[in-house]
């Protein structure tokens, strides 16, 4: 069920209760499932339940794969039953840290548009481009959004289109114009007598529906398998049989940034990469009913770890740390 789900159509209450049993289940996809059930907890309108299950990711002993996105969610709930101070110190801390990660730039300036904090918004909107775009030949699908967003802002507060608005303006492909989508003037014509003027915020409408389905219905990356050095010596040794599809790490590693570039250079679009480790393979293995030694079940795993929303975007952005865990940027190590 998906979080959007009006509240009429599905008990959020319960959907929220059988996530946090199915964390339990999966420790491996808690952090994505918690976040799914607070999600529902929001819509339910149990707000405070929600942000306990943002705090309860936030103290988790096990290293969060994107923390910030957990506390920008968090702000953005915080905010909308009364903890306006908290939030703001929440949302002061995330842009201080300048994740690389657009989401969390994107909920926390929602969060201050949503409050009539347009000026902050815009802000937020820019800092988060300048962060993640700057020197960026083509942004992103991740980073659209964000170019979005701050346009719809910027056009709320009456200033001039910069080179970022025209880079958002060729990004969306909508029959109708960011600047009709966005512009200030369109709440008048949802009261207005004219049906040429009504006609018009029909198809406006159903543009705005056509991209939100678009971005539903996109699916998840196709993804590369990357073990870290540790789970492949523990993979090969269980499973000798798969030392002929891993001669060494360092081949391994060289072997999907050469694949992924062949892809990239073919037009494959929505690259990505997945991480696996030897007990999640074993899982996998037996939920298939077949041996973790045959090799042909590895591009399965992979894409099935992609399908539960586990692949990283590949390229990683610029000034982003290599995919492979060095520890480096990635243009000074695979990226190179």
């Given amino acids: 069920m998906r979080p959007d789900t009006p509240a009429e159509n599905v008990d959020h209450t319960a959907e929220a209760a059988r996530l946090e049993r199915t964390a339990g289940l999966y420790p491996e996809d808690a952090e994505a499932l918690l976040l799914q059930a607070a999600a529902h907890l929001e819509l339910s309108g149990d707000r405070p339940a929600a942000t306990t299950l943002y705090d309860r990711l936030l103290s988790s002993q096990a290293g969060l794969e994107n923390p910030y996105l957990v506390r920008a969610l968090k702000a953005s709930n915080l905010w909308e039953y009364g903890h306006e101070a908290e939030a703001r110190a929440i949302i002061d801390g995330i842009r201080a840290g300048a994740p690389r990660d657009p989401a969390p730039w994107v909920i926390?300036?929602?969060?201050?548009?949503?409050?009539?904090?347009?000026?902050?918004?815009?802000?937020?909107?820019?800092?988060?481009?300048?962060?993640?775009?700057?020197?960026?030949?083509?942004?992103p699908y991740s980073t659209h959004p964000l170019l979005f967003g701050r346009?719809?802002?910027?056009?709320?507060?009456?200033?001039?289109?910069?080179?970022?608005?025209?880079?958002?303006?060729?990004?969306?492909s909508s029959?109708?114009?960011?600047d009709e989508l966005h512009d200030p003037k369109r709440v008048w014509s949802l009261g207005s007598d004219n049906p040429a003027e009504l006609a018009a915020e029909i198809s406006r409408l159903r543009a705005e529906l056509g991209t939100y389905r678009e971005a539903l219905s996109r699916p998840f990356p196709v993804a590369v398998l990357h073990w870290p050095a540790g789970e492949l010596s523990e993979l090969v040794e269980a499973y000798p049989a798969l030392a002929?599809?891993?001669?060494?790490?360092?081949?391994?590693?060289?072997?999907?940034?050469?694949?992924?570039?062949?892809?990239?250079?073919?037009?494959?679009?929505?690259?990505?990469?997945?991480t696996?480790?030897?007990?999640?393979?074993?899982?996998?293995?037996?939920?298939?009913?077949a041996s973790p030694g045959e090799a042909?079940?590895?591009?399965?795993?992979?894409?099935?770890l992609a399908a539960r929303g586990r692949a990283v975007e590949w390229p990683p952005q610029r000034g982003a740390g290599c995919w492979c865990g060095s520890g480096r940027v990635y243009e000074g190590c695979h990226g190179a």
């Fill in 108 to 139: 926390v300036a929602e969060a201050l548009e949503a409050h009539d904090e347009l000026e902050a918004a815009e802000e937020t909107f820019t800092e988060g481009a300048r962060v993640l775009l700057t020197d960026v030949e083509e942004p």
């Fill in 151 to 172: 346009h719809r802002v910027r056009r709320m507060l009456g200033v001039a289109h910069d080179e970022w608005d025209t880079i958002a303006d060729l990004l969306h």
């Fill in 175 to 178: 029959p109708v114009s960011l």
């Fill in 244 to 274: 002929a599809e891993y001669p060494s790490h360092e081949e391994h590693l060289a072997t999907i940034e050469g694949s992924l570039r062949e892809l990239a250079a073919s037009g494959t679009p929505n690259l990505g990469i997945v």
């Fill in 276 to 289: 696996g480790t030897v007990p999640s393979y074993e899982a996998f293995a037996a939920s298939e009913m």
């Fill in 296 to 304: 042909e079940l590895l591009p399965q795993y992979a894409t099935t």
